[in-house]
């Protein structure tokens, strides 16, 4: 499995210590695409971020490729992050002051790749998500259709293991969030990306293969959905 | 490299207002450094050069007033050197420490008269060595030599200034060698010109001390015996020495062993290891004040830094959930700071080495009249490469002092923190 989690406990202590994750256990193979689903504050975010690294938890354990991750130093967490997992969030987080290209390119700078190489791969990628005209452009003028494919083409670009994604529709229109779900769908058939989605749309939940519900800080129901039957709302929809 | 200096520039660019007034600080630190170096530099050459007339490792010594009754001899008598003190001095009581022993007698002012030109001059009648001892350096002909002094010749070396003047203000010294000229009834021959020191306006003409003691029928004085020494170190050695010298001499004069009064000693070994400690400590008050002065432009780079890093928070994160290091984000902060600092130290340092270049030209050469001496007070008062590389170094250590809590801060931004920010 590229991603066992073991009963993972997660608690905040902001003021009152809230609970939030009480004993997660996730499987998660090579190359699958996944959807998490949940209320309001049921923790989605909470697990992703322990999938990405970006945070820690209390108790019980992760292994991600057969490395226990805990009790990493940053250093190591950096690494990591920058060779395992790509991010993708719901508000881009693309850094403003630098254009289309720089912004796809920056995780190979961290890699220490050559300026030139880095260069040519950021744009191979923006040609790909077809935002080759958009390379030179900055963030603030470009529409959130390019700014997330820009996002995602950086996420990818390391190649890394996994691609987590936090409700990467939730600041699109329906029309820009089809062509987005159509792309991760395209990277997980092509590329056999394994891609784990954030969301509480049941469209974007149905272009995966296996929805997993989170709810009350522990895993519920894993519905299989490799007909893409299980929204509600039909096949291959997205509503808003 | 250039991706780092990109990163700053685009910073910078971000914030241009906010930086240069900022760097202002920085380059009014280093400038008031440098002027304040420049001018410390101005005082210390003027100081070194009223000292380096002298060879360093020379005592002169006059007499002086006795100031206690001794052997059945009143107090206030007054002393004269003579020739048994130089043979005293010369002798084995001393010969583990005086090298040369020399004295000079000095009289005037007499008018010096060549042809229709004449100027008025002091006459030193000293030995040869004088010439080695006080570091005079000729400029034509020769000085006063051992045959000089044997025959009693009538042999005189002109300071170029009077030389000047007795031709008219020129410069032709070559043809003033072998010219006679005269004070009173005495024709002297000039056999040679030496370089005036432009900071003592105690310019003599030097004759044989032995001509000069029969003119004067003062065979057997001398003003001042001047002698080398070596192996006297420390300022102990020097007054355990001074002590024994004055005992001695003080004895052959019959004068109290431990009187203080009857015998000067002017020991410029001691007094060059005075300044040059003075000059030490004025340097480092110098340094510390330039340094102070420094510090208010370090704080303000440090705030903006702080300022930048709290603005930056969220793409910091972002760096970091795409795989920068904690030492990533630390290099680019304190690169940042000693970027800003250095770039404008180096305004402030060519600025406050203007502002030197503008004093030499100015103040550069200024003198005072001291104890009727004609004593300089500034002399080039520039900075030298030595400062520059100083202050290089100071920046660099200040732009990383600087950058140090900003970049701390920034390296332990957590990346759920700083995402969280925008929601
Ligand atoms: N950094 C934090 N400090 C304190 N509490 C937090 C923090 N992050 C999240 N929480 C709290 O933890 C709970 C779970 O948050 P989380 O973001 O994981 O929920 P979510 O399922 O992603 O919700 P949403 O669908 O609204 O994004 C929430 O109650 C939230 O307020
Ligand atoms: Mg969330």
Redesign the interface.
């Known amino acids: 499995m590229l991603i066992e989690l073991k009963d993972i406990h997660k608690t905040y202590n902001k003021g009152q210590p809230l609970h939030v994750l009480k004993g997660v256990d996730l499987e998660i193979g090579q190359g699958e695409f996944v959807s998490i689903m949940g209320a309001s504050g049921s923790g989605k975010s909470t697990l992703l971020?322990i999938l990405?690294i970006?945070?820690n938890y209390d108790e019980g354990t992760y292994y991600l490729d057969g490395q226990l991750i805990k009790y990493l130093s940053?250093?190591e967490a950096?690494?990591y992050?920058?060779?395992m997992i790509g991010?993708v969030?719901?508000?881009f987080?693309?850094?403003?002051?630098?254009t289309a290209v720089e912004n796809v390119e920056?995780?190979l700078?961290?890699?220490g790749v050559g300026?030139k190489k880095r260069r040519e791969m950021a744009m191979e990628y923006l040609e790909r998500f077809g935002l080759a005209d958009w390379a030179l452009h900055y963030p603030n003028e470009m529409s959130g259709g390019q700014k997330q494919r820009v996002a995602i083409a950086?996420?990818l670009i390391?190649q890394p293991r996994i691609l987590l994604a936090d409700e990467p529709t939730g600041a699109l229109d329906s029309k820009t969030s089809v062509d987005v779900m159509e792309l991760l769908t395209k990277l997980y058939r092509e590329e056999k990306v394994t891609i784990i989605v954030v969301t509480h749309e049941s469209g974007v939940a149905n272009c995966t293969d296996k929805i997993i519900h989170i709810k009350d800080g522990i895993i519920g129901e894993t519905t299989l959905n490799e007909q893409h039957h299980a929204s509600v709302f039909g096949t291959d929809t997205i509503i808003k | 490299m250039k991706d780092l200096f990109q990163e700053i520039w685009e910073s910078i660019q971000r914030n241009k207002l906010r930086t240069v007034l900022t760097g202002f600080a920085v380059a009014w630190g280093i400038f008031i450094l440098i002027v304040l170096l420049g001018a410390g530099n101005g005082l210390m050459n003027a100081f070194m050069r009223n000292g380096d007339e002298f060879a360093s490792n020379t005592m002169a010594v006059y007499g002086g007033y006795t100031s206690k009754p001794y052997e059945g001899l009143q107090e206030g008598r007054w002393i004269e050197l003579n020739d048994r003190d130089i043979t005293l001095t010369e002798s084995a009581i001393f010969s583990d420490y005086v090298d040369d022993v020399t004295a000079t007698t000095t009289k005037g002012p007499f008018v010096l008269v060549l042809g229709d030109r004449h100027v008025s001059v002091d006459v030193c009648g000293c030995y040869p060595k004088l010439l080695e001892i006080n570091k005079i350096e000729m400029l034509e002909g020769r000085f006063i030599n051992p045959l000089d002094m044997q025959q009693k010749r009538k042999s005189i070396v002109l300071s170029a200034s009077h030389a000047q003047q007795l031709m008219n203000g020129g410069d032709d010294y070559p043809s003033l060698i072998g010219k006679s000229v005269s004070w009173n009834d005495n024709v002297w021959q000039v056999v040679g010109v030496y370089k005036t020191d432009e900071s003592t306006q105690r310019v003599q003409d030097y004759v044989p001390l032995s001509t000069f003691q029969l003119i004067f029928n003062e065979q057997n004085y001398e003003d001042e015996i001047i002698f080398t020494f070596h192996g006297l170190e420390t300022e102990q050695e020097n007054e355990q020495f001074e002590r024994n010298y004055k005992a001695v001499i003080n004895k052959s004069h019959k004068a109290a062993p431990d009187d203080d009064g009857a015998l000067w000693i002017w020991n410029r070994f001691t007094q060059n290891q005075q300044m040059n400690k003075g000059s030490g400590i004025i340097r480092k008050a110098l340094w510390i004040l330039g340094v102070l002065t420094l510090l208010g432009g370090i704080v303000g780079v440090s705030n903006i830094m702080l300022i930048t890093v709290k603005e930056r928070t969220q793409e910091f994160g972002i760096r970091k959930s795409i795989g920068a290091t904690p030492g990533a984000i630390m290099k680019l902060i304190i690169a940042e700071s000693v970027t800003i600092t250095a770039f404008f130290g180096y305004i402030g340092m060519v600025l406050g080495m203007v502002a030197c270049e503008i004093m030499k030209h100015t103040v550069g050469e200024s003198s005072l009249d001291m104890f009727g001496e004609n004593v300089q007070v500034f002399v080039n008062p520039t900075v030298g490469l030595d400062v520059a590389f100083g202050v290089t170094l100071v920046l660099i250590i200040a732009g990383t002092l600087a950058g140090m809590s900003p970049a701390l801060k920034a390296a332990r931004i957590r990346p759920i923190e700083a995402l969280h920010d925008t929601k």
């Open positions: 971020n990405g970006l945070d940053e250093k950096a690494h992050r920058n060779k991010f969030f719901q508000s987080n693309l850094i403003s002051f630098k920056l995780p700078f961290y890699q300026r950086r996420a390391t």
